[in-house]
């Protein structure tokens, strides 16, 4: 079997020789890559995290959110060159690491690295900062006074690994509100992070140690608690057991900042199924559920189609099946583990016992790359098995989903929703849209958009940068009190 090796991991001030490395294995198609990630220990992590707090106090925070900005474009700009060495190793690695098929990697990547530019990141940081500016000084506040916004001197990263290049997001976000950076990159995933760091030490050599991305087994051990004790913030992603974990192991003074799992789902009016629009729909809507084979924490595991249109619910269904079975042959599914595999023969079986009502229908071939089922009366939202499984279920009134998505199987678990992707007409999506934001949806999507967030995002509803950020306000009585001070006063 031919072996490749690569490195990862960005480590500024310290030698391959001087840390140990441990390799990840990755096997497909009768060949394998190791990927040799540091093993930093305690020392190594306290004198690192001393080293990027340094570094972004002397560089990174003198530069400008304009200025940062800039850097990030010219790193992304490259990453969007097909024929600079970095995409090209991206494109050819990260299928192989991921298991995804190479063109959905590469597709999703260039979608990912498109809202990255630089216009989108100036309406990013404008999404949460009305006036940029407080990023860089004191700025005129409206109720008199100033105030000025600071980031953290040192923000600390922990990623999931079910989507390549989920990094850059929180990366992008540490670096707008100028914090030193250490990401610890996961096992299913560990090549990204490292590359995004190298490009912008070499967009912007001044940032060379304002960053750097480590490694370690599962939950670590004395080398995550070092980082964590120095650590002003740290935004983590994973399962809600491996956060509390997380969470546990924090100063009580540490913000925590933390995005877990996620049920997205989506709603199908009867004004979108004529003959002419529901074809189209269905094609939007297998996209996403195709993305990254429902990996994403914005994936849809049901889609709630309404009676009454020209198409029923169950052709719906059918027009569903018929477009994943299309992508199929264009994107495969990544292969199965064998944990995988059984989770999915298990919830399939499930869903056979269960449809047992008149109308209801498992769709495909039972050895297809896909699952489509049909339920002929409202469901309450649950998870699927993933790996492109999806439930359609019938309703009678777009009144009814806010109900079936906060029923008693997510009963005061309303955190969590997040996307749910929506076809209808103008004045039934906003009476939906208040109906599922009071019920915790924080983000509604067109269908075929909810894997790809626009920029600036509220990511489960909370604020990219504003939460990472501490305020200093000048008042107006300091302001007013210094005036007798001024030399040009009497």
């Given at each position: 079997?031919?072996t490749r ?6 480590l500024p001030?310290?030698?391959?020789a001087e840390v140990?490395?441990q390799?990840?294995?990755f096997?497909?198609?009768g ?17 690192l995290?001393a080293?990027v707090?340094r570094?972004?106090a002397?560089h990174?925070?003198?530069?400008t959110?304009?200025?940062?900005i800039?850097?990030?474009?010219r790193a992304?700009?490259?990453?969007l060159d ?6 090209r190793r ?18 999703g990547?260039?979608g990912l690295?498109?809202t990255?530019r630089?216009p989108q990141?100036h309406?990013?940081?404008a999404?949460d900062?009305?006036n940029?500016?407080v990023?860089?000084?004191f ?12 980031g953290?001197?040192?923000l600390?990263h ?5 989507v390549?290049?989920?990094a850059?997001?929180s990366?992008?976000c ?10 610890k990159v996961?096992?299913a ?11 912008l030490a ?5 940032l060379?140690?304002c960053?750097?991305v480590?490694?370690?087994r599962g939950?670590g ?6 980082l964590?004790?120095q ?7 994973g399962g809600?057991e491996?956060?509390?974990?997380i969470q546990?192991?924090?100063p009580?003074t540490?913000?925590?900042l ?8 989506g709603?199908?009016?009867?004004a979108?199924?004529?003959?002419v629009?529901?074809p189209?729909v269905?094609?939007r ?8 084979d429902?990996q994403?924490c914005?994936s849809p595991?049901?889609f709630y189609?309404?009676r ?5 619910p ?6 569903l099946a018929?477009?994943l079975?299309n992508?199929q042959?264009?994107y495969?599914?990544?292969?199965l583990d ?6 999915l023969?298990?919830?399939r079986?499930s ?7 008149a109308?209801d ?6 050895g ?7 339920a002929?009366?409202?469901?309450e ?8 499984s999806?439930?359609v ?12 998505v ?7 678990r309303?955190?969590?929703?997040q996307t749910?992707?929506v076809a ?15 019920a915790g949806?924080?983000r509604?999507s067109a269908?075929g958009a909810?894997?790809v967030?626009e ?6 509803g909370r ?7 501490r305020m ?6 300091a302001?007013a009190a210094?005036?007798p ?6």
């Amino acid at each position: 079997m031919n072996t490749r090796r690569v490195e990862a991991g960005y480590l500024p001030g310290l030698a391959a020789a001087e840390v140990q490395w441990q390799a990840l294995s990755f096997e497909r198609d009768g060949e394998r890559l190791e990927v040799a990630v540091p093993v930093l220990s305690a020392p190594q992590m306290e004198a690192l995290a001393a080293r990027v707090r340094r570094a972004s106090a002397q560089h990174l925070k003198t530069m400008t959110v304009s200025e940062i900005i800039a850097v990030i474009d010219r790193a992304v700009g490259r990453l969007l060159d097909r024929d600079d060495p970095y995409r090209r190793r991206a494109d050819a690695l990260l299928p192989f690491v991921s298991g995804y098929d190479a063109e959905m990697v590469r597709l999703g990547l260039t979608g990912l690295l498109k809202t990255f530019r630089a216009p989108q990141l100036h309406r990013f940081v404008a999404e949460d900062f009305p006036n940029p500016k407080v990023l860089d000084g004191f700025q005129p506040a409206a109720k008199g006074g100033a105030v000025r916004a600071y980031g953290p001197g040192l923000l600390a990263h922990t990623w999931a690994g079910n989507v390549p290049a989920l990094a850059l997001w929180s990366l992008v976000c540490g670096l707008l509100v100028k914090a030193g950076s250490i990401g610890k990159v996961p096992s299913a995933e560990p090549l990204f992070a490292g590359w995004f760091a190298r490009l912008l030490a070499e967009a912007h050599p001044p940032l060379a140690d304002c960053l750097a991305v480590v490694w370690w087994r599962g939950a670590g051990g004395d080398e995550a608690d070092a980082l964590y004790a120095q650590a002003d913030a740290v935004v983590a992603y994973g399962g809600n057991e491996a956060l509390q974990a997380i969470q546990r192991r924090l100063p009580v003074t540490t913000r925590f900042l933390a995005h877990g799992h996620k049920l997205g789902f989506g709603v199908v009016s009867a004004a979108a199924l004529d003959a002419v629009n529901a074809p189209a729909v269905a094609r939007r809507a297998a996209w996403d559920v195709m993305r990254y084979d429902q990996q994403g924490c914005y994936s849809p595991h049901m889609f709630y189609v309404q009676r009454g249109g020209a198409v029923a619910p169950r052709e719906f269904a059918g027009y569903l099946a018929g477009e994943l079975a299309n992508l199929q042959r264009r994107y495969p599914r990544r292969a199965l583990d064998l944990e995988e595999s059984a989770a999915l023969a298990k919830w399939r079986q499930s869903i056979e016992w269960k449809a047992a009502g008149a109308g209801d229908a498992l769709l495909g071939d039972p050895g297809a790359a896909w699952t489509v089922v049909y339920a002929d009366a409202p469901q309450e939202l649950a998870p699927t098995a993933t790996q492109r499984s999806i439930v359609v279920a019938a309703i009678g009134s777009l009144d009814e989903v806010a109900a079936a998505v906060a029923g008693r199987a997510l009963a005061g678990r309303a955190s969590f929703l997040q996307t749910a992707g929506v076809a209808a007409a103008p004045e039934e999506l906003y009476r939906l849209a208040e109906q599922l934001g009071a019920a915790g949806v924080t983000r509604i999507s067109a269908l075929g958009a909810m894997s790809v967030p626009e920029a600036g995002w509220h990511h489960d509803g909370r604020f990219n940068l504003l939460d990472l950020v501490r305020m200093t306000e000048i008042e107006q009585s300091a302001e007013a009190a210094a005036e007798p001070y001024a030399p040009y006063e009497p």
